[in-house]
């Protein structure tokens, strides 16, 4: 209903994913997400099933802006909404008029509402550097080589991670022959100097996405390099493709890690962004089940922990069970801040 309690939220949420967008960097999808606020009605079924969220459309929870955001940018990369394309990055940010008025067409499209349905899949391959720096401190102390085991792990891409290359504060690492190179703005000292080996890989995603090209249309369009990386990773992931399962986190979790530790190396659950859109029930069965397993293992992630304005890069490792907090960092891993004493 008009001024329902359910359309406030919808609209807070499109102001906060504004402010989010703002501060990270992209300017170009703040105003869109400013104008959807102000435009969205219930004139076309993308406007009112919106505006009747039945869930929680904030950017922590479903993410409904970044859907919606999503679509439009699917459709502007398609080349079947040249006005709106017209208005899109490189080109300056547009007047909120002349966007608002691009806009409105698009909106009444019946292949629009369908992007709602699913939550937005970045697999940001930026987070890979902070996730291989982890991987170099967890080498120091389990044996080699490893066995990953991903949680959200959308199309992959961050599992193929020793097949790109890094300069983590001036430590040259990974593949230095690989076409997607990642630098990230470090201060602090580099991680350790060391060799990553990795025997399998896999993961799991309660939707793997079938086309990894619909995840480009979820980057923000005014961040080119975001997209340079992603498309550089989806081309190697067409010949090195992990495997990825359909199904719930908790679940599959449990099942892998209820077989026998690995006769060689250890195991590496890890996770970037995902673990705070999980059910607080799916959350628990999932550490439950990492402190319960068996054989030396680790457990890297790159959350923003309740509580904290940050994000965090984390290391737990067995045996022992020691946690370590190794970074602050950016989301999509353009800063990082590396907090962890270098070897001695």
């Known amino acids: 209903m008009p001024g329902s309690a359910t359309e406030a939220a919808v609209r807070a949420a499109f102001a906060e994913q504004a402010g989010w967008c703002e501060t990270l960097g992209s300017p170009f999808t703040a105003r869109l997400c400013a104008i959807l606020r102000e435009t969205?009605?219930?004139?076309?079924?993308?406007?009112?099933?919106?505006?009747?969220?039945?869930?929680?459309?904030?950017?922590?929870?479903?993410?409904?802006?970044?859907?919606?955001?999503?679509?439009?940018?699917?459709?502007?990369?398609?080349?079947?909404?040249?006005a709106l394309a017209a208005l899109y990055p490189p080109r300056p940010i547009p007047d909120p008029d002349a966007l608002a008025a691009a806009l409105r067409p698009v909106l009444a499209r019946n292949d629009l509402a369908g992007w709602l349905d699913l939550p937005p899949q970045t697999n940001e391959v930026g987070r890979s550097a902070l996730l291989y720096a982890g991987l170099l401190v967890a080498a120091e102390a389990l044996p080699g080589p490893f066995h990953l085991l991903e949680l959200g792990a959308s199309a992959g891409l961050n599992l193929n991670l020793e097949r790109y290359g890094y300069d983590l504060g001036g430590l040259r690492a990974g593949?230095?022959?690989?076409?997607?190179?990642?630098?990230?703005?470090?201060?602090?000292?580099?991680?350790?100097?060391?060799?990553?080996?990795?025997?399998?890989?896999?993961?799991?995603?309660?939707?793997?996405?079938?086309?990894?090209?619909?995840?480009?249309?979820?980057?923000?369009?005014?961040?080119?390099?975001?997209?340079?990386?992603?498309?550089?990773?989806?081309?190697?992931?067409?010949?090195?493709?992990?495997?990825?399962?359909?199904?719930?986190?908790?679940?599959?979790?449990?099942?892998?890690?209820?077989?026998?530790?690995?006769?060689?190396?250890?195991?590496?659950?890890?996770?970037s962004i995902a673990y705070q859109y999980f059910p607080a029930a799916t959350q628990e069965r999932v550490t439950a089940a990492i402190e319960a397993a068996a054989g030396p293992r680790a457990w890297l992630r790159m959350e923003k922990c309740p509580g904290e304005e940050k994000f965090s890069l984390r290391l737990r490792l067995w045996p022992g069970g020691e946690d370590r907090l190794l970074a602050w960092t950016h989301p999509h891993g353009r800063q990082v801040s590396w907090l962890a004493a270098p070897a001695r």
């Open 40 to 82: 969205l009605d219930r004139t076309t079924e993308t406007g009112r099933r919106a505006l009747d969220w039945p869930g929680d459309p904030s950017s922590s929870a479903d993410a409904l802006a970044l859907r919606l955001c999503g679509g439009l940018h699917a459709l502007v990369r398609s080349g079947d909404v040249p």
């Open 175 to 271: 593949d230095p022959a690989s076409p997607l190179q990642l630098r990230p703005e470090w201060t602090g000292d580099p991680p350790p100097h060391g060799t990553v080996r990795i025997a399998t890989r896999r993961g799991v995603d309660l939707d793997p996405p079938a086309d990894p090209q619909r995840l480009l249309a979820y980057i923000w369009a005014d961040q080119a390099e975001r997209l340079a990386q992603a498309e550089a990773a989806i081309r190697l992931l067409a010949a090195n493709r992990p495997a990825v399962d359909r199904g719930d986190a908790a679940d599959w979790i449990e099942m892998q890690l209820s077989s026998a530790p690995p006769e060689r190396g250890a195991r590496v659950i890890m996770h």
